[in-house]
């Protein structure tokens, strides 16, 4: 594949990934925040920056290394998160590795890429991050882009674009903006159908999820309105501590 003029390669189309999952709103208090940075929704038109039709093709360490991104966002999807994944290498070496666990520990800064930058200084002893690569399972938001610049990682290879809040070249290029002082090559679409496939899954089973929720919650209301003074009875009863209980209240 031809380099351009900044040394970096051309963006693929992005792979279609389930749109309809940009509109869900989970229901209960593992709720799922689909927007701002979910890269669930693809760019069909493929209207993405510098999209190639031509079929790469990408060396061992890339695809390797890709994988082990792949099996961090792999952590994410364990826990319930959207499933992103990031790994840092230098040297030949992973040094770095993290996931997406924004809900898990509240905080927009929990990014596979923060994740894997932090581990990564701490391992180096610098802020500074020349020499390294970074694997990003999906395309890095503004936020990440941004600390990818201010760290000066070399390299980035991204598995799949991201219509949503993609900053390496999607919506905005602040990986390789000349006005900068320091800019990345980029790569993308390493691996890009498995790390698309990986979020159609979890957005797939987080609608299956949210239509068996909302189901139970049609049946639990139409029985209430059908039988509310059993109901009401039922849950007063149930709420009644067990008859050993009662005795260790008196006491
Ligand atoms: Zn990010």
Not at 29 to 41: G, I, Y
């Amino acid at each position: 594949m031809d380099k351009d003029s900044t040394g970096s390669m051309p963006c693929p189309a992005p792979f279609a990934v389930d749109s309809a999952a940009a509109g869900l709103s989970a229901v209960g208090s593992a709720a799922v925040d689909t927007a701002a940075t979910d890269p669930s929704t693809a760019d069909p038109s493929g209207a993405s920056a510098n999209i190639s039709k031509e079929a790469p093709s990408f060396s061992p360490e890339d695809l390797k290394y890709m994988k082990a991104a792949l099996k961090q966002a792999e952590k994410a999807i364990a826990i319930g998160e959207v499933p992103i994944g990031a790994v840092i290498v230098y040297d030949g070496k992973i040094i770095a590795r993290g996931y997406n666990r924004r809900n898990t520990d509240k905080t927009t800064l929990a990014h596979a890429e923060i994740a894997c930058i932090r581990k990564a200084c701490k391992k180096i002893g610098d802020w500074r991050l020349e020499g390294c690569t970074l694997y990003c399972t999906l395309e890095p938001c503004q936020m990440c882009a941004g600390a990818i610049i201010q760290s000066r990682i070399d390299r980035v290879v991204i598995g799949t674009t991201s219509p949503k809040s993609g900053c390496g070249g999607t919506l905005l290029n602040i990986l390789q903006n000349p006005d900068f002082n320091h800019q990345a090559d980029v790569l993308y679409g390493v691996l890009r159908e498995e790390c698309t496939e990986i979020l159609q899954r979890f957005f797939k089973d987080l609608r299956r999820r949210n239509k068996e929720r909302k189901k139970m919650l049609r049946l639990q209301q139409a029985q209430i309105s059908e039988h509310p003074v059993q109901i009401q009875q039922a849950q007063l009863s149930s709420q009644q501590p067990a008859p050993h209980e009662q005795e260790v209240i008196r006491q």
